[in-house]
């Protein structure tokens, strides 16, 4: 829900009353939602393993800049209005989970490596293969994205 300010000191963000406020920088505007509390799930064991070893891959710079590169275009797409990505690291995560929903028999995020990437010639090496894979969306000028992960 979005915040007006309401006997906030000044530039307010933080926890109170089992509140979370904070502030987004592109549109400066005061959001808050409540405090949620951790419910333990047999899913989440295999989620973090996933989310662990897809940070292990450490992308190189030239990648992400390219991921950062893109992610402005694709947030300029009238489809995305309302639904935009806020940092590479999202597109980064979406990008996995399609290249593991697209080849289900080979891919398996939880123990993915470089090696296998280059061995398979996996479509998520750079974002130009990744678009003419069809795991993203084509925005204009997706050709020049060829940086290797």
Known sequence: MKATRANLLGEFTGKLDGLIYYRRKPSGKLYVRRQWKFDNHPSHPGFAAIMTN??????????????????????????????????????????????QTANPETVNLATLSREQIETQNLPCRTVKDAVEAGLLPVVKGYERFSQVL
């Open 54 to 99: 897809i940070n292990a891959l450490q992308p190189s710079e030239g990648y992400v800049q390219n991921l950062k590169d893109y992610l402005f275009l694709y947030n300029r797409l009238p489809q995305n209005e309302g639904r935009e990505l806020y940092c590479w690291n999202n597109l980064y995560v979406r990008l996995m989970f399609a290249l």
